[in-house]
């Protein structure tokens, strides 16, 4: 158990990594860009849509593969009353069930996000802007995004079944690599 | 059908499973079960509303505030409020309330406020001798201020939900948050009337940290000239606020390191995220609630029964009250207001009024536990246990709903700034 | 057993095109006689303009308000022919275009098969014209230096070929912008210089028309095939007539507009044959020869051809 254990925490840091890395250069594109479209409307007296219409498109991307990653450090809004009261083996069974649940949600919204990007990679719809591309890249995020979710909920259900982390076992680098 | 959603969802919610996840699921299983929906339809309008537009400010405003915070901002803001009343009764908690006002002004996220404010009051308030829990409920009660003061995250928010246009939104909350300012101000005066008082700063000390703080103060003319003057999108002042305060960082405090920026950056994105995934489950949870016409016979309801504005709002307060005990304004936002919006325009209440009534009660849900967010988000900021904080909460629970009882019955204080766009 | 029908627009209540899709619905549910109930939901409260075509295709609604230069163009580029400038003279020719014509059915036909719809009828958003805040656009010299707002990508190689600086802008903005004087001129169509109040700040229109925006109910196709045929007939026969008489309708209602913006010291121009020839000559030399990424040349020519005839 341990090597599968340690070999998905490996994974799932560097998917951490790559998934933070990627939002923040999201982030940076969207102040730069809406920054730019003011300014060169401001000095030319031109305003360009793309400047507008593609940062929103971005959040997607953004999103959705954090909000997966965002399970291992507990970053998520969540209501802790039982969790503070329950103590060792039932904190366990509690952590297992949730990881459970995420793992039954991810599965559903996999599929949901698969048929959206294949009903518009099928219907052939790109974006209403004047740099088109086709939509369904951008629907491509919610797959993504919940199959990473689905690789975070089941390290925190072997975690939670096997109890690693409570004896300090396995590698748990990165798990608090985010700290809000 | 309805309530079974909102059954699973409250089981979820106490087995303390991610909010973003319990709208998810409770609502997903309705409309793929209950009302025969594609899948895909859940995915297609969580997109639409992630994708607004107007949404596209919020990322910015919390990098705006973050970057004010690494760029010495926040601190000299600080300063100038310690050198104005640090020596009036309570004047450490009064400086507190003050800052946080004029970090609201140029912040859109209530929890960025009160981390970067608290981060530098805190300590220095406990050190001083203010008791830890006082310290700490007065931060999250104050970073209520954030959300009522423009710039605004819950203002943009409503805007995307209303299509009030943003420039009302945040018109509406300037006087409501001075009113609240006032109340704090008033509350830390009395509670804190025997603390030992700081010594009068002189004024060369007061001009001086006026002129440290000018670059810091000039962001909100920046921010409201930009979108009053019809020269920016909100968005686009947010944008232009942050490269100022990049700028302000760099060269006049030069306090600013790149790995600050990446930093900021990498916060932004992770606030973000934990923001928007809520939107876009919580719309699951809307669109049920519009499949199902729940608006209209909530509407039908409340005529039928002969609600006036005020019992209305009154309802509107008690159930904001309820929810925000659980889940914080953002989502109480998405699950009430296409309903009550119905509601309101039917019985003529203007949608700014509605707006400042749905914070002020939704905004309480910072303090009330199960989730209390603002109250975490101080607490943590001095690793206090946050229910250690909670024997100051009665006080502020009372004093919040009675200034929420005042918005209702005086909507002139929302209404008339609007008014004039 | 009875049909339930979801019509998702986003149009707000007063909205012509919203008062259609009620009297559609009302008039369905009353011929249909307990066979088919349709239950709308205006305001975009399910659907915004940019998400019903998706939301037909996958079925997350059976019927929805649509219109055609928002939601066809991603799907295939060359409905864009329907907003070039001076191309269809009314909605009547502009229709016959895409029912009569091989290139224009292509299109039709592409656009609807691939969206998986089936159209029910016409619900028009009404006839597009220049209007200005500073002078008369009488002349393509007058448009020179203009700060002009566009919506539609097709638009902005017109605005860059008469000389006016082009920016992107959301309607809920252009009366801000009006006022002080970010824009100065904007294609639109008369009805919503009344309804956002623009023709305070709005001082001169220019006719003719330069084209006119259709917008359509469809059907998720798959619902649609799956009706009983007199369910079926009923939808066609009230699609028709809704079709009918709100084109009608929009059309009256944009005159009356105009002759209230004149009333209020507003000024029409309608150009003579002399004024259009140099708009026409900016178009063929200047305009067109940009559209290659919007609109195919083929289909400009099957376009011309159609209404040469
Ligand atoms: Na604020
Ligand atoms: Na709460």
């Keep these: 158990m341990r090597p599968i254990i340690t070999t998905l925490i490996r994974i799932n840091t560097a998917i951490e990594r790559i998934v933070i890395a990627v939002g923040a250069l999201i982030v940076a594109a969207m102040v730069l860009i809406v920054f730019g479209g003011a300014l060169t409307r401001y000095a030319t007296g031109i305003g360009f849509g793309v400047a507008v219409e593609l940062p929103p498109m971005l959040m997607p991307w953004l999103v959705f593969p954090l909000a997966g990653v965002l399970l291992r450090s507990g970053s998520h809004i969540a209501v802790d009353f039982l969790p503070e009261k329950l103590g060792g083996g039932g904190l366990r069974v509690l952590r297992a069930v949730i990881a459970l649940i995420a793992i039954g949600a991810g599965a559903t919204f996999v599929i949901a996000g698969w048929d959206a990007a294949s009903l518009f990679r099928d219907i052939g719809q790109v974006t209403e802007m004047e740099w088109e591309f086709p939509i369904w890249y951008i629907y491509l995020s919610f797959p993504v995004g919940f199959a990473v979710l689905i690789s975070f909920a089941v390290e925190n259900l072997l975690l939670a079944l096997t109890g690693l982390d409570d004896t300090g076992g396995g590698d748990s680098a990165g798990v608090h690599a985010v700290t809000e | 059908m309805v309530a079974f959603a909102i059954g699973s969802s409250l089981l979820l919610l106490f087995l303390a499973v991610p909010v973003f996840l319990v709208f998810g699921v409770g609502s997903s299983m309705v409309a793929i079960v ?149 109340v704090l101000i008033l509350l830390v005066l009395w509670r804190c009337r025997d603390m030992t008082r700081e010594a009068r700063v002189s004024a060369a000390g007061r001009w001086s940290a006026f002129v440290q703080a000018i670059p810091g103060l000039m962001t909100p003319f920046i921010i409201l000239g930009g979108i009053y003057g019809g020269l920016l999108t909100p968005s686009e002042a947010a944008a232009v606020a942050s490269i100022w305060a990049i700028i302000v960082g760099f060269t006049i405090h030069r306090e600013l390191k790149f790995a600050a920026i990446w930093s900021a950056l990498r916060d932004t994105a992770v606030t973000t995220s934990v923001i928007f995934a809520i939107i876009a489950t919580a719309t699951f949870l809307s669109v049920v609630l519009t499949y199902t016409q729940a608006p209209q016979h909530m509407t039908d309801y409340f005529v039928g029964f002969g609600a006036n504005e005020i019992t209305f709002l009154l309802i509107v307060g008690v159930i904001c009250l309820i929810l925000g005990t659980f889940i914080e304004i953002i989502p109480v936002f998405y699950l009430t207001v296409p309903i009550f919006m119905a509601v309101a325009t039917t019985l003529g209440v203007p949608l700014e009024h509605l707006y400042i009534v749905f914070t002020a009660f939704a905004g309480l849900g910072l303090l009330t536990p199960p989730v209390c967010v603002g109250l975490y988000t101080a607490a943590g900021v001095i690793n206090l246990s946050a229910d250690k904080a909670f024997k100051e909460l009665p006080l502020f629970l009372a004093v919040g709903i009675l200034y929420g009882v005042l918005m209702i019955f005086i909507p002139g204080l929302t209404t008339w700034l609007p008014s004039l766009l | 057993e009875e049909i339930v029908a979801r019509l998702s627009y986003h149009w707000a209540p007063a909205h012509q095109s919203a008062i259609f899709c009620e009297e559609f619905a009302k008039r369905v549910n009353e011929r249909g006689e307990g066979k088919i109930r349709i239950e709308t939901f205006p305001s975009g409260q399910l659907f915004g303009i940019r998400e019903i075509m998706g939301a037909l295709s996958s079925g997350a609604v059976e019927l929805g308000g649509v219109v055609g230069v928002v939601s066809f163009p991603p799907v295939d580029k060359n409905y864009n022919v329907e907003a070039m400038p001076g191309m269809f003279k009314d909605f009547a020719q502009l229709r016959r275009f895409f029912q009569e014509d091989e290139t224009g059915q292509e299109i039709w036909n592409g656009v609807l098969k691939r969206t998986r719809t089936q159209f029910i009828g016409y619900n028009p958003t009404g006839p597009y014209m220049t209007f200005s805040a500073v002078r008369p656009l009488t002349s393509p010299e007058a448009f020179v230096g203009l700060k002009a707002r566009y919506l539609a990508g097709i638009e902005r190689p017109r605005w860059s070929a008469l000389g006016a600086d082009a920016v992107s802008m959301p309607t809920r903005e252009v009366y801000t912008a009006l006022q002080n004087g970010m824009i100065d001129t904007f294609n639109t169509v008369p009805a919503a210089i009344k309804a956002y109040s623009w023709w305070e700040h709005v001082k001169y229109g220019q006719l003719p028309f330069l084209f006119h925006a259709d917008a359509f109910t469809l059907a998720n196709q798959a619902w649609y095939d799956d009706l009983p045929d007199d369910v079926k007939q009923i939808l066609l026969e009230v699609g028709a007539e809704i079709g009918a008489e709100s084109t009608k309708s929009i059309m009256e209602f944009s005159t009356q507009v105009l002759n209230e913006f004149e009333e209020r010291g507003g000024q029409v121009d309608t150009l003579t044959d002399e004024q259009l020839a140099a708009f026409t000559k900016v178009d063929d030399e200047k305009v067109i020869p940009e559209l290659g990424d919007f609109v195919d040349a083929n289909v400009i020519e099957a376009a011309r051809a159609f209404v040469a005839n």
């Excluded at chain 2, 990098?63 to 300063?79: E, Q």
């Excluded at chain 2, 003050?98 to 406020?113: D, K, P, Q, V």
């Excluded at chain 2, 104050?142 to 928010?157: M, R, V, Y």
Aim: charged fraction near 5%.
């Design chain 2, 34 to 182: 209950g009302l025969n929906l594609p899948w895909s339809t859940l995915i297609q309008v969580a997109f639409g509303a992630v994708t607004k537009q107007v949404l596209l400010a919020i990322p910015l405003f919390i990098f705006t505030g973050l970057i004010m915070l690494r760029s010495g901002v926040a601190r000299r803001l600080v300063d100038l409020a310690l050198a104005l009343v640090g020596h009036w009764p309570g004047g450490l908690g009064i400086a507190m309330v003050l800052t946080m006002g004029f970090f609201a002004a140029f912040c859109g996220s209530i929890l960025a406020a009160i981390t970067a404010v608290g981060t530098i009051m805190m300590p220095e308030m406990i050190k001083k001798g203010y008791s830890r829990t006082f310290t700490v409920t007065l931060a999250a009660a104050a970073g209520l201020l954030e959300a009522l003061i423009p710039p605004s995250n819950a203002a943009i928010i409503y805007s995307s939900l209303t299509g009030v246009p943003v420039s009302h939104t945040f018109a509406a909350g300037v006087f409501p948050g001075l009113v609240l300012m006032a």
